[in-house]
C-alpha cells in the first residue's frame, strides 16, 4: 500500500508539483520504502528548479534518487544510484494524455543514448 503524506493547502494550491512523502508499506503495515519530493516548478519555465524524487529503502537509508532533465517538448527523467550515478534514463511522450489508452514512456539503460 502507499500512502502520500502531503498537505491540504500544497494539494489544492500546487497540484501535482507539491511537496510529498510517499510511504510504502507492507502487509504487516511496515514501512518499508519512502519517496520524498520537494516543491519545485515546471521544467520548460524553470529550468533551474527541476523536479527530484529521493528514494530510501528502508526508510532513512537513501538508495537512489530520481532527477528531472530540462526538456522543452517531453519529459526526460534520469534514475539514479546511491553514488549518483545515472542508471537509467526515461522519455515520455510530447502529449502526456490519453483518454482512450496508455500513456508511454521510454525506460532505457545510460549507455544506451
Given at each position: 500500500m502507499a500512502l502520500e503524506d502531503s498537505d491540504c493547502c500544497s494539494r489544492n494550491m500546487c497540484?501535482?508539483?507539491r511537496p510529498?512523502?510517499?510511504?510504502i508499506i507492507d502487509c504487516n503495515q511496515t514501512e518499508v520504502m519512502k519517496l520524498s519530493r520537494p516543491l519545485a516548478c515546471q521544467?520548460?519555465?524553470f529550468p533551474c528548479c527541476l523536479q527530484t524524487?529521493?528514494?530510501e529503502c528502508p526508510p532513512g537509508t537513501v538508495?537512489?534518487?530520481i532527477e528531472e532533465r530540462w526538456s522543452i517538448l517531453t519529459p526526460k527523467f534520469d534514475i539514479k544510484n546511491e553514488a549518483g550515478e545515472t542508471v537509467l534514463k526515461i522519455k515520455g511522450p510530447i502529449c502526456q494524455c490519453n483518454c482512450c489508452g496508455d500513456v508511454e514512456f521510454e525506460v532505457s539503460l545510460k549507455l544506451s543514448q
Open positions: 497540484g501535482n508539483l510529498l512523502d510517499i510511504k521544467g520548460c519555465c524524487m529521493d528514494v538508495v537512489g534518487r
